[in-house]
């Protein structure tokens, strides 16, 4: 992936779990998906830090959406803070444990 060239574009949002992960049988490869796709020119990519209940995903991705393409339009440049709202919004709900809250990570702009 870091060889191809995707500065064509400006957002990725992966939905499966621990893509913003190293794997530990090779402690000394730092590039995880969520970075490689940095690395090959994507502007700003959403990962997760390890497994995430299905559930609590689709509500962070409403969420995330809703805040990132509020407006009608996409602009990497908003990922951050719509990140960042979604997470807050799922902290509003004590059915869903701490861990899943701070699951999610931004990389890039």
């Not at 049988?25 to 997760?48: C, M, N, R, W, Y």
């Not at 959406?65 to 919004?89: I, W």
């Amino acid at each position: 992936i870091t060889q191809t060239d995707l500065s064509r574009h400006q957002f990725a949002f992966l939905s499966a779990c621990e893509t913003a992960v190293g794997v530990l049988s090779t402690p000394d490869e730092v590039i995880h998906l969520a970075a490689g796709l940095q690395f090959a020119g994507v502007k700003s990519v959403v990962g997760t830090l390890w497994k995430v209940n299905d559930s609590t995903m689709q509500r962070l991705v409403e969420a995330f959406y809703k805040n990132f393409c509020g407006d009608g339009t996409m602009n990497s440049k908003r990922a951050a803070r719509a990140l960042h709202r979604a997470v807050q919004s799922l902290a509003c709900d004590t059915d869903i444990p701490l861990d899943q809250h701070i699951v999610f990570v931004h990389i890039g702009i």
